[in-house]
């Protein structure tokens, strides 16, 4: 529709709940924030119930920020720490089975472009290592390869943190966790390098430590999904319980990690970087 | 096998060329050809009339033959989008995916690929997505066989989606059409299975009367359904429309509860439309009969030969077919069996899961002899002879 | 389509294999007509067999591969063919009839 579903009919708005009336006066729709907005507008996310000093739910909060078109926006998820503070955000999110992610991000994108063709609607994957590449892994590949039109981003915290913390495959080759009682024996499984071979148009790996690059990242790979073909974000998002992160630490951590092993990375095909220079110019 | 050629400029898909109508004008009114085809091709036929927006499979015998024939209807335009999935945990995802989109959404399966897909099948219901799945039977349990046997019926009854189990190829046209419009009616919003015998019914040819195709069911209105489709089209509210009720609280148990408790009336409420677009959710020979066959699928075509036989030789045996396995038409069976001295209860599979289900129905309410049997699974026939032996042990066993 | 005229029974396969098996009628004499699944959906066919009916009630038949119909079971792989088979049997049949009628009563 258009953002006419948002603002309430006339004479209504008074007597809607103060949250509500924040996130019409107030809220991004229908604007660009950049993130030294922070603090000044009513967020799609606030509350959730994720522990305290998380840097997953920092980047879940810039990913909302970022989202271009949120009211023609729907995420997709699978259980894990993620979707306890996703599903408070303020767009439809589909609480799906056990790494369906992506499977169900197929279905959903092209039924979405059968009834909408004239509105693009951006859907969005969004959810843990394990959802995604361990149990989804067969959903998240075909899904490449098929160059399905939706966003793909992995919350990377190397662990399954909802569960009490069992190693997953991006978990580093000997970090001792649940399930890897003499350590973890494989490498971290390389997911960048699978999505680069699937032909993925937009591939970037990055840590929340420059939110301003957090939200243009997310922009690119939400417009390259809906214009081009499929895009993937890989971000490290620490647990700062099962890695014992002292919440003060955390956010140095993700700088540390950054510039020992997780450094700002995007892998752009010709046609998304062709596209993406237009789309940038043009607002230039 | 031949190069893709792309379809030229002026090209119209052949479903924009039909005229759309409601399951109730093209089941029941609508003028009939009889036609002798298999039930992959009465698949077909229903598919090309439902209106189907979206289609997603994975191949396995005996349900290939049905969904390459939905590819090829995709490729002439009656179904909007298809593609061959990476396996069944995928297909039923994205199948429901599409339905929550607010479109109408289709696939099919056989024995080990329904068992795949369980996962996601099972949350169809309280997802609230109103797919249709075509279920071929076939054997699941190892030794690997692709013959005939429903055990897997057995395993979705209790999971409040609609099921529907054909006896011939004529049922497999016209319960997939009723399925189409009934589990997208508000009230109903849930989704459907429809099961036949595979083999049997898919490879065989049958009498099959259907109507002109240049008609489909009306188009899904993804506006109306008992819960907004995941399209982002309703004002925002700060709550997830797919709660993830995991707290371990009172208000997350009652929530979790109820939401149950609606699903399984919702399923109830599409009994009504069934039994109009079905003329019945049984069907019922010789009512005033003392020895009784109740069963479902092809079960029923060894037990009305049999019927027919026994009134030959002055024996008046009656049958009750059951249409919809869910809503399971309780009342109707009940009513139907209330007088019978022996029932007998034939099935295509080891755990006789029609017989529990008609013994806990029929328990205190009938005074029959409920006889096991007969069964026969693994790809075991049926002969007419075998169900006749049985009417005859059952007199002898309880004079 | 094949032909529905002089069917007298549409029934499954008794013998519990799957498909479906039509019964004609002329006189004493008919067709069975036999239709049963196959794996490869291509290969299904017809199975028709000449029969002489011994009962009404029960209905009972013999298969009968002395008339100059047909000797052995046949096999059509699609409707017309079997349908000119049917017409020249409801012929043969017909006037089998007439002629048996003619010869005096035993």
Redesign the interface.
């Known amino acids: 529709m258009s953002l006419d579903t948002i603002k309430p009919s006339p004479g209504f708005l008074e007597h809607l709940p103060i949250e509500y009336q924040d996130l019409v006066n107030h809220g991004q729709y229908g604007k660009k924030m950049k993130a030294s907005d922070m603090g000044k507008f009513k967020e799609l996310i606030e509350e959730h119930p994720m522990c305290a000093g998380c840097a997953m739910t920092l980047f879940i909060r810039l990913v909302f920020i970022g989202l271009p078109n949120p009211e023609h926006s729907v995420i997709v998820g699978t259980a894990g720490c993620g979707r306890l503070a996703i599903s408070q955000g303020n767009v439809p999110f589909i609480y799906g089975n056990y790494g369906d992610t992506n499977s169900t991000a197929s279905g959903l994108k092209r039924g979405l472009e059968l009834r909408f063709p004239n509105q693009k609607k951006d859907v969005i994957a969004m959810c843990g290592d394990g959802g995604l590449v361990d149990i989804g892994f067969q959903g998240l590949m075909h899904s490449w390869f098929r160059n399905e039109k939706f966003a793909t981003i992995m919350l990377d915290n190397e662990v399954y943190g909802n569960t009490g913390g069992q190693e997953s495959g991006m978990t580093l080759k000997g970090k001792v966790l649940k399930m890897a009682p003499r350590g973890k024996v494989d490498e971290k499984m390389d997911v960048m390098g699978l999505a680069k071979v699937a032909g993925v148009d937009y591939i970037a790996r990055i840590a929340p430590t420059n939110p301003g690059r957090v939200l243009r990242t997310v922009r690119r790979a939400i417009l390259v999904a809906r214009e081009i073909g499929s895009s993937y974000i890989q971000a490290y998002t620490s647990c700062n319980i099962e890695y014992s992160i002292p919440t003060p630490d955390v956010m140095k951590d993700a700088f540390d990690i950054e510039k020992e092993r997780y450094g700002f990375e995007e892998i752009v095909s010709d046609r998304a970087k062709k596209f993406l220079d237009e789309v940038e110019k043009k607002k230039k | 096998m031949s190069n893709a050629v792309a379809k030229p400029k002026d090209w119209v898909p052949k479903g924009d060329l039909q005229k759309e109508i409601s399951a109730e004008k093209m089941l029941l009114e609508l003028p009939r050809e009889l036609l002798f085809i298999t039930g992959s091709e009465a698949a077909r036929e229903a598919i090309k009339r439902a209106n189907i927006d979206c289609a997603i499979s994975y191949p396995i015998t005996p349900q290939s033959e049905t969904m390459q024939q939905a590819g090829y209807l995709y490729d002439e335009g009656y179904i909007k989008e298809y593609y061959r999935a990476e396996e069944e945990i995928g297909v039923m995802s994205a199948t429901a995916g599409a339905s929550r989109a607010g479109v109408r959404a289709l696939t099919a399966t056989s024995g080990p690929g329904l068992m795949r897909g369980m996962e996601a099948i099972s949350s169809w219901p309280g997802a609230r997505v109103t797919p249709v799945l075509l279920d071929m039977c076939r054997v699941i349990n190892t030794p690997l066989a692709i013959q005939p046997d429903n055990i897997e019926i057995s395993f979705l009854l209790n999971t409040g989606m609609i099921m529907l189990h054909a006896e011939n190829q004529q049922d497999f046209f016209d319960y997939t059409l009723a399925a189409c419009e009934v589990t997208e009616h508000v009230d109903v919003t849930l989704p459907a299975m429809v099961s036949v015998d595979g083999f049997f019914v898919t490879h065989a040819r049958g009498p099959v009367s259907i109507p002109s195709d240049e008609y489909k069911l009306n188009r899904r209105d993804g506006w109306r359904s008992a819960v907004p489709a995941m399209d982002n089209e309703n004002p925002p509210a700060r709550i997830s429309r797919d709660a993830p009720i995991q707290k371990s609280n009172f208000i997350s148990y009652h929530m979790h509860a109820s939401w149950q408790q609606e699903v399984f009336a919702a399923l109830e409420r599409s009994g009504k439309y069934f039994e109009k677009l079905l003329k019945g959710r049984i069907e019922i020979i010789n009512p005033e009969a003392e020895d009784f066959i109740i069963c479902s699928g092809s079960a029923v075509s060894q037990a009305r030969e049999a019927v027919r036989q026994e009134g030959e030789n002055g024996r008046v045996v009656g049958l009750v077919k059951v249409k919809t396995l869910r809503p399971f038409p309780t009342t109707s069976i009940v009513n139907a069996l209330k007088n019978a001295k022996r029932i007998l209860i034939p099935e295509f599979n080891q755990a006789g899961w029609m017989h529990k289900e008609v013994c806990s129905v029929l328990y205190g309410k009938c005074k029959a002899n409920i006889v096991d049997g007969p069964r026969v699974f693994g790809g075991m026939t049926m002969p007419t002879e075998m169900v006749i032996e049985w009417l005859a042990k059952a007199r002898k066993d309880f004079p | ?2 032909l ?1 005229k002089n069917l007298i029974l ?3 396969e ?7 098996q039509f019964l004609y009628k002329i006189g004493q004499y008919g067709v069975s007509l036999g ?5 490869e ?1 291509q290969q ?1 066919h017809w199975e028709a067999d000449v029969i002489r009916y011994t009962s009404e ?3 009972q038949y013999e298969v009968c591969h002395t008339t100059e119909l047909a000797s052995k079971t046949l096999r059509f792989l699609n ?1 017309s063919t079997l349908n000119e088979f049917l017409e020249k049997a409801f012929n043969y049949f017909n006037e089998l009839e007439a002629l048996e009628k003619m010869l005096p009563g035993e």
Request: glycine share 16%; charged share 15%.
């Open positions: 389509m094949f529905q549409t029934r499954t008794p013998g519990g294999q799957g498909g479906y239709s049963k699944p196959q794996e959906i299904i009630t029960p209905l409707d």
